[in-house]
């Protein structure tokens, strides 16, 4: 980020640099808004503008009133600005103030480009373009949305949303008409109100539990994407997305779900650095050095061996040359059948050191 972004908020008693990317993403989408119309594209495109769930460090210093940060269930964890501009598409310049979710995106966009909803597809969220629009209802249906993540959810570790009242933990009920920043909580005085969500909860619930433990698969070999690279922030319910842990050689492992789109021959080639750092899986790599802060330098592990097994099919292991940047596996897949693959680094005592954290799978 050029110095120019941090020297506007230097002295602030805030993060500069996190200001400044602020101001910098702002003048960017000032100029693709500009291009847009200047090019003649604007009306011919959707643009649509929203954010991650609540902030992280930034709201340690402003997150308008709101309570919380991000991974909590409060509304300053995961309330969202969006912004839909779209001058060729009759939009109401109207602020939407109804409950809604980012899963109403998708049958949003379909309705504004004219997409026939397929007959079998169940969305989770309803189409805005009536309200955007101004040509149906003027609000949004009234419905109850829950919020809930983490890779292990318990029941009522959630926040439950119905117009104005959210309802946290299952116990605790806020007013954000009267009270936005959720300073009190009024579940004694409206014990209606926190049944009724509790019971659209239980049903939701019902619903959700059982997909909890039925992992959608990561498709491979299909035409459309092949070769397909998985990494260990695919694995299954456990924490290993960023190149801080993969610089640690964080000692973790878990199975990739996988279903081949196609029958045939697939050539799995394991790594533990992606491709772009061009490094051996025994060699550590180099501090990176960006304009602002870095990583660190990635450990050397002594790698001797590596592990590759898919359920019922497939189970090999191989010795790792010294300077060896992938070791590759061959076996054939059956079309649609649903597995669990597993990579597995040993140093030369047979010790399991940790995962390969890179699968580049090819249907050849």
Wanted: proline content about 6%.
């Amino acid at each position: 980020m050029a110095d120019k972004y941090k020297k506007m908020y230097a002295g602030s008693g805030g993060p500069a640099n996190f200001f400044g990317m602020i101001a910098n993403l702002d003048e960017n989408m000032g100029r693709l808004v500009k291009t847009l119309d200047e090019t003649g594209l604007a009306d011919n495109t959707i643009l649509i503008f929203f954010h991650d769930n609540g902030g992280t460090a930034g709201v340690n210093f402003y997150n308008a009133g709101m309570r919380g940060r991000k991974t909590t269930y409060y509304e300053g964890g995961h309330r969202a600005f969006c912004t839909i501009r779209w001058p060729g598409g009759k939009l109401t310049n109207q602020p939407v103030e109804d409950l809604c979710e980012v899963q109403d995106l998708l049958p949003t966009c379909l309705e504004l480009c004219g997409i026939e909803k397929p007959a079998t597809a169940k969305f989770d969220g309803v189409s805005l373009a009536p309200v955007l629009r101004g040509t149906g209802a003027a609000k949004v249906p009234e419905r109850t949305l829950m919020v809930q993540y983490g890779q292990n959810p318990a029941k009522f570790d959630c926040c439950v949303m119905r117009d104005k009242w959210r309802l946290v933990a299952g116990n605790e009920l806020y007013d954000l008409r009267t009270d936005p920043g959720q300073k009190t909580n009024i579940a004694d005085q409206k014990p209606e109100v926190v049944k009724q969500l509790r019971s659209d909860y239980e049903k939701w619930w019902s619903e959700v539990d059982p997909l909890l433990r039925d992992p959608v698969p990561i498709t491979i070999g299909a035409k459309e994407e092949n070769p397909v690279t998985l990494s260990s922030a695919d694995w299954w319910n456990v924490y290993c997305d960023n190149m801080n842990n993969l610089r640690d050689g964080k000692e973790i492992n878990s199975v990739w779900n996988i279903r081949p789109a196609e029958s045939g021959q697939y050539e799995i080639a394991l790594r533990r650095w992606p491709k772009e750092a061009d490094a051996a899986i025994t060699a550590p790599v180099p501090e990176f050095k960006a304009v602002d802060g870095g990583l660190p330098a990635g450990k050397a592990l002594p790698i001797a061996k590596i592990r590759l097994k898919i359920d019922g099919v497939f189970d090999e292991t191989k010795p790792v040359p010294a300077d060896a940047k992938e070791i590759v596996f061959t076996t054939p897949l059956k079309a649609g059948t649903k597995s669990t693959m597993q990579s597995f680094c040993y140093d030369a005592s047979g010790k399991e050191l940790c995962g390969a954290y890179f699968a580049y799978v090819t249907r050849k």
